[in-house]
Each structure stands twice: as structure tokens, then as C-alpha cells.
């Protein structure tokens, strides 16, 4: 009996000290992924303006070399209950076609033919990316984020309107964030979490899952190419290298991964940021990456959770990574950072002829010109 | 300890290391209407053993009108302990016949300290020693400023006087630093049991700004000297340990900062070791008119390959370019080319 009793006592104790261990990693672990020891100080590349404060969201970015044109998802709050119009527009990036200083930077609507498609009315876009073809087509594909008819919708571009083409939905499509083209109606895109959105959203990510997925479209099957990722966000391919970058919203990092002949993806390396990216960007030629990133987590968690209050900012970052020696080193710069009372919550980036274009999640769309692009 | 945080390097414009005080800029001293500069060099902290001290302590002059990228370095004569001459924080006064008079705050490699003042003679290039002040209140000192000709405000960033000392001293959050005024004849404590890293007064000699360093906090505080008081304002959380400050024309004030605190650890432990190196930030800070809010611009960030561990910053020529010093390691000249008021 006392040999029982003994025994009971050291099990209720060893039980509860692992216990104890586990619950303070884990609170570790949080506090951690939180970021409350960080902040943002301001800074810019050179001058910056507004291009549109019109939408509640510009929080997704493409660029298309053939035609000079940034093209923009409008109004992504509307999946968080914000009033606003959606749709997608174009900034056309050439400075030297002639247009004033004043038309150099409109932003210009793009009217959609849906073609009949019966879900028109619940288009909330988010991650954009384009195929050019050889015969000068530009084909767009959209994330389309509303909670009840999570897609991706292919658009053809026809100089100021877009022709809807066609849709992939799926009941496992919970919270998809972005899109990578790899070749006509060939794409990679990402599902960020099992829950879409609210706080069954936020405690997915405090516990850490990693339920996140990448997955890929040939043009007439979905497969999965990447299970259990961290919360992937943004992603960019870089077309010469075969390298497909996917960034992880809770690991705060970015993943290099190969992409094989028949499109699997093998991981290359894992750059750890120590910032949450977003978007993400390639320069097709130097293959330099370009990451908006929520450097602070816990404002980003505050600004998410409380869309309809203006004075909730999230900080907003941009780092540029130039890769070296083919992937086996890096160099980070941070062009720009602003503690969200200029751009909150970036989201989108695209960079081209010394310009910087950032989108954010519920707000401004910025423009900036760097003053020394090279040591930027 | 910063263990989840790291610096992305930008810069304002082109950037040249300034040749000349290869072991420190530790404090740069800015003599507006002359357009010069002091540079201290070779600072001894905390010191584990003198001979560890493999450097000397020397006085640079910077040239702000020129780019020359080099500074001189100034003889200073009849110190009563040339081989212990160790110079830490700089602060000066203009005396009635315009003699630049330096106040200089001195270990030894034995970690004595001492406030030494030199006068400076501008036709030879030299600073005679004027004068070697010790007190008891002196316990750590740190950061200088000069009210008077002969009376002063220093700061003391701790109380411990050797490395495990300090490391007992952080943890435990009991600090023994403050602030101390020198009126000429004798010490009184302005602030006790804390940390004061940097410290500067306003360009009207009314507000005084001292960095709570360990706490990653600038204390703004009111000052008045016919009455030696001080009054506390706010304290602004930088969430960056800021070390020392200049106060410029349009009253921003400028601080090298260490935005992360366990690299510069790192490379004190061992300052000759070029593989260790901490990173820089410089940050420039605009309080509102009742000094209880800050915005803060970060001028240049660097992992410490360019500026390492930054400790001060200031800038001249209009605003068109900062000098950067350094704990241990050369300073850097930059050329600024961005706006910073972009509210």
C-alpha cells in the first residue's frame, strides 16, 4: 500500500511537470510568433504618393512586362464584412508615353464580361498573377476570397476589360491567398489555413497546425504539390531558375523549392525572414525576390480581428533579397517601412524601372520612386 | 535579449567608412560654428583584465566641410595619466575668449574613472589638459554634458564595475546608474537606481533626454538648473537600445541605437574579434510640443558589416549628410538623398 501510494504520488508529479513543460513552450512558442518586442520605424526609398484610397483593399499585384501594366485586386475587405466596391484595375508603369504628370499615375478600372457565369456577384479578389503567350494574349488568374465561393477565376485581358474564361472551386478551398503561373492554365496557389477566417482562424495559428497546402493545376486536374505548409501566403516563381518561393505567415520564412519536371516541388532551403511575409515578387532577370511582409504579428492579429476601426494600423514592410551564388546566400535590404499610418497591413509588391508599387490588405495602394535603386 | 529580431540593412544614400579611429567612435562632439567634429576612440569597458586593453584611447578631429574620409588625430597634452587615458562620452562649452574647452569622460585600463576637461588650441591642433575631476558619484560614468565652464551633467549606465557584475546587475533589473550634476565644487544626484546610457539637453537647455538603455526606453525629463531639479515628462518606448544623442537644428533628436542587444553582447565580449559585430540603427526622433509622444524615422539600418554597433549620429551640411560612430570600429560618412518628413 505504501509502495502504491509512493508510486501514485511520483506519477501525479512527473504528470504534472511534463504538463507544465508543455503549456510553457507552447506559451513560449506564442509570445515568440507575436513579435511584442518589435516595431517599425519609418522610412522610404525616395518620394511616395497614394494612387487610390477608393477600396477597402489592394491586396494583390501582377505585373506584366509586354504591356508595362501593374494590375491590382480592388476591395479584398468586402470578405471581412468592409463596405466596398470590388474588381481589378492596371497602373501603367511607363512614364515616357506621352500622358501628363497627372495621368502618369491614374489607375484605370477594368470593366469584367462574365460571360453569363452565375457567381458574378461574389468576386472578392485577392492574389493575382499573368501569362503572357508569344502571340501577345494576357491571361490573369485571381484568387477570389469570398467566404462562400473560394476560387480561382481565369481572365483574358482585352486592352481595358477582362473576359472571364473560367473557375476552379472546391470545398477544400477554405482561405486561398495567392497564385504562381507557371505556364497557360498551369498554376500553383496556396490555402493559408483550415479555417477561412475569425477566431477559429487565430487559434489554428496560435496552436501552430501547419495545415496550410500549396497546391497545383495542370489545366484540367488538382493535385496537391506542397501538404502541411505553415500558413503559406505569398508566392513567386522565377520562370528561369524553376524556383518556386512560398512564404510562411507563422514560421515567419520563406521556402525555396525546386520545381521538377512533373511540377513536384522538392525543397531547395528555408530563409528565415523573422518577419511574416505576404507577397511576394520575383525580378524576372536578376531573380531578386521582393517580400511585403507584416513585420509586427500581434498588430497584424489586432488589425484582422478589428477591420472597421481606421486607428487599428498594422506596420508595413518591404525587403528586397537578392540572391546569390545560384541560392547559396542572400543579402536582405528593406526599402521601405511605415508603422501603418501611411500603408497599413502590406500585402502585394511588384518593383520595375526604379518604381515600387505596394498594395495593401484593407487599404491604399502605394507608389514610390527610389532614389538609389541599387543600394536600395 | 532580442532573440527573434534582426536588422534589414538600408541606407540613406552612399555611405564611406571614415579612416583614422580604427578602435571606436564611440562619441562624436559637434562644434556647430567651427564645422568640426570630435571623435572619441578606444573606449575601455568593463574590462576584464588590463592587458586585454590592446589599444590606446586617442582624440580625432573631423573636418565637416571637407569629404576627406579621414580624420586627425589630436594630440592631448600634460594628462596627469597618459597611460591611462581611455575617452568615453564628449560633451564641450565655448569659454568667453572662444577656446573650444572639452569635457571628456575617462577610464583606465583598470576601469578608474575620471572626468578630464581639455582645452582646445585651434592654431596648434592640440588639447591641453586642463583639469582631472573624481568624485564618488562617479560610479560608472558614461555620457557628458557641459553646462558651464566648469560645471557638468554625467550619466552612469550602471553600477557594476566588472562584466559579471553588469550581466547580475541587467537580469536582476536592480541598476545602480543615473544621473549626477558637477557644479564645479560638488556632485549631487539628479537621478538614482536606474540605467542612463546617452544624455543631452534640448537646444534652449531646458528638457533633458537620457537613454534608459537596459529598458529600451528614452526618459524625457524637464530641467533646471538654478534650482538643480529635474522633473519627469514621459518615457517613450523605442523598443531599441538607444545609446547616445544629438539634438540638431530642427530639434529631432538623432541616436545610434543596438537593435539587437544579444550580437552587440556578442562583440564586446571580444572587440578584436573582426568575425563578431553587432548591428546599427539610427533613428531619428521628433517629440511633440509637450514631449509625451515620439515619431521615429530609422535613418540606416545595418547587420554590422558596414556600421557596427552604433552609438551616434548627427547631421551637417544641411541635413545632406550623417556621421555614424561606432562602439569599437570605425565611424561611417554618409551622403542623405530622401526626405524624412513624410506624414
New interface residues.
Given amino acids: 500500500m505504501g509502495a502504491q501510494n509512493s508510486f501514485l504520488h511520483f506519477m501525479h508529479r512527473f504528470v504534472f511537470w511534463v504538463l507544465f513543460a508543455m503549456v510553457s513552450c507552447f506559451v513560449l512558442r506564442v509570445l515568440?510568433v507575436l513579435?511584442l518586442?518589435?516595431?517599425i520605424?519609418?522610412?522610404?526609398?525616395?518620394?511616395?504618393r497614394v494612387l487610390t484610397e477608393k477600396f477597402k483593399g489592394t491586396s494583390g499585384l501582377a505585373y506584366v512586362e509586354s504591356q508595362k501594366r501593374v494590375y491590382v485586386t480592388l476591395g479584398y475587405g468586402k470578405a471581412h464584412n468592409l463596405t466596398t466596391n470590388t474588381g481589378i484595375a492596371f497602373y501603367n508603369t511607363n512614364r515616357t508615353d506621352g500622358r501628363s504628370q497627372q495621368e502618369i499615375y491614374d489607375l484605370i478600372e477594368m470593366q469584367i464580361n462574365w460571360n453569363g457565369y452565375e457567381y458574378q456577384n461574389m468576386f472578392i479578389p485577392t492574389g493575382i498573377d499573368s501569362y503572357s503567350s508569344s502571340n501577345g494574349r494576357v491571361l490573369l488568374y485571381v484568387v477570389n476570397a469570398h467566404p462562400d465561393h473560394q476560387c480561382i477565376h481565369f481572365f483574358q485581358v482585352d486592352n481595358q476589360k477582362l473576359n472571364y474564361r473560367k473557375s476552379i472551386c472546391d470545398s477544400s478551398f477554405t482561405s486561398l491567398q495567392d497564385v504562381a503561373v507557371v505556364g497557360p492554365d498551369r498554376i500553383f496557389f496556396t490555402n493559408m489555413a483550415a479555417f477561412g477566417r475569425g477566431w477559429a482562424q487565430v487559434i489554428e495559428f496560435a496552436l501552430q497546425t501547419g495545415q496550410g497546402v500549396v497546391y497545383y493545376y495542370d489545366g484540367t486536374k488538382l493535385a496537391i504539390a506542397a501538404p502541411s505548409v505553415n500558413a503559406p501566403t505569398g508566392l513567386g516563381y522565377d520562370s528561369k531558375r524553376k524556383i518556386l518561393y512560398v512564404g510562411s505567415l507563422i514560421r515567419e520564412s520563406l521556402f525555396a523549392y525546386k520545381v521538377e519536371k512533373d511540377m513536384s516541388l522538392e525543397v531547395m532551403y528555408e530563409m528565415m525572414l523573422?518577419?511574416s511575409p505576404i507577397g511576394l515578387f520575383v525580378e524576372s532577370k536578376s531573380g531578386d525576390l521582393w517580400i511585403a511582409a507584416h513585420p509586427v504579428l500581434h498588430e497584424t492579429a489586432w488589425h484582422y480581428t478589428h477591420v472597421d476601426r481606421n486607428k487599428v494600423h498594422s506596420s508595413s514592410?518591404i525587403?528586397r533579397i537578392r540572391i546569390q551564388e545560384e541560392g547559396k546566400s542572400w543579402?536582405?535590404?528593406?526599402?521601405y517601412?511605415n508603422d501603418g499610418?501611411?500603408i497599413s497591413a502590406s500585402s502585394a509588391i511588384v518593383y520595375t524601372d526604379e518604381q515600387m508599387i505596394i498594395g495593401s490588405t484593407f487599404g491604399r495602394l502605394l507608389h514610390c520612386d527610389l532614389?538609389?535603386a541599387h543600394?536600395? | 535579449m532580442?532573440?527573434?529580431?534582426?536588422v534589414?540593412?538600408?541606407?540613406p544614400?552612399?555611405c564611406r567608412k571614415v579612416e583614422g579611429p580604427e578602435q571606436g567612435s564611440e562619441d562624436f562632439e559637434v562644434i556647430d560654428d567651427r564645422k568640426i567634429a570630435f571623435i572619441s576612440s578606444g573606449v575601455v569597458y568593463l574590462p576584464k583584465e588590463p592587458s586585454d586593453v590592446t589599444w590606446k584611447g586617442e582624440i580625432y578631429l573631423y573636418d565637416l566641410t571637407k569629404r576627406s574620409y579621414k580624420a586627425e588625430l589630436i594630440p592631448v597634452l600634460n594628462l596627469d595619466d597618459e597611460e591611462g587615458f581611455f575617452p568615453h562620452g564628449l560633451s564641450h562649452w565655448i569659454l568667453n575668449d572662444g577656446t573650444i574647452r572639452l569635457f571628456v569622460v575617462v577610464h583606465s585600463k583598470t576601469f578608474q574613472h575620471s572626468i578630464v576637461i581639455l582645452d582646445y588650441d585651434e592654431k596648434k591642433k592640440q588639447l591641453n589638459h586642463v583639469k582631472t575631476i573624481k568624485d564618488d558619484k562617479f560610479i560608472r560614468p558614461n555620457d557628458i554634458i557641459a553646462t558651464g565652464e566648469n560645471s557638468f551633467l554625467v550619466s552612469n549606465d550602471g553600477g557594476a564595475q566588472t562584466e559579471l557584475g553588469n550581466i547580475w546587475e541587467i537580469f536582476s533589473g536592480f541598476y545602480k546608474g543615473g544621473v549626477v550634476y558637477f557644479d564645479g565644487k560638488k556632485s549631487t544626484y539628479l537621478l538614482e537606481n536606474n540605467v542612463a546610457n546617452g544624455i543631452i539637453l534640448s537646444r534652449n537647455m531646458k528638457t533633458l533626454f537620457v537613454s534608459h538603455i537596459n529598458q529600451e526606453t528614452i526618459g524625457v525629463y524637464s530641467w533646471d538648473q538654478t534650482n538643480v531639479a529635474i522633473n519627469k515628462i514621459s518615457e517613450i518606448e523605442t523598443?531599441?537600445g538607444c545609446d547616445n544623442f544629438y539634438i540638431d537644428h530642427g530639434n529631432h533628436l538623432w541616436t545610434g541605437c543596438h537593435p539587437v542587444m544579444k550580437d552587440v553582447v556578442a562583440h564586446f565580449g571580444n572587440r578584436s574579434d573582426a568575425s563578431l559585430y553587432g548591428p546599427s540603427?539610427v533613428?531619428r526622433i521628433t517629440f511633440s510640443n509637450d514631449f509625451k509622444k515620439a515619431?521615429?524615422?530609422?535613418?540606416l539600418?545595418d547587420d554590422g558589416r558596414l556600421v557596427c554597433a552604433s552609438t551616434i549620429a548627427f547631421p551637417f551640411d544641411d541635413g545632406k549628410q550623417i556621421l555614424v560612430g561606432t562602439v569599437g570600429r570605425h565611424p561611417v560618412h554618409c551622403d542623405v538623398?530622401?526626405?524624412?518628413d513624410?506624414?
Fill in positions: 515568440i513579435d518586442n518589435k516595431r520605424y519609418n522610412h522610404t526609398p525616395g518620394p511616395c523573422l518577419t514592410q525587403l543579402v536582405t535590404t528593406e526599402p517601412a499610418a501611411t532614389t538609389h543600394i536600395t | 532580442d532573440i527573434n529580431k534582426r534589414y540593412n538600408h541606407r544614400g552612399e523598443l531599441t540603427q533613428l515619431e521615429m524615422v530609422e535613418v539600418a538623398n530622401l526626405k524624412f513624410f506624414y
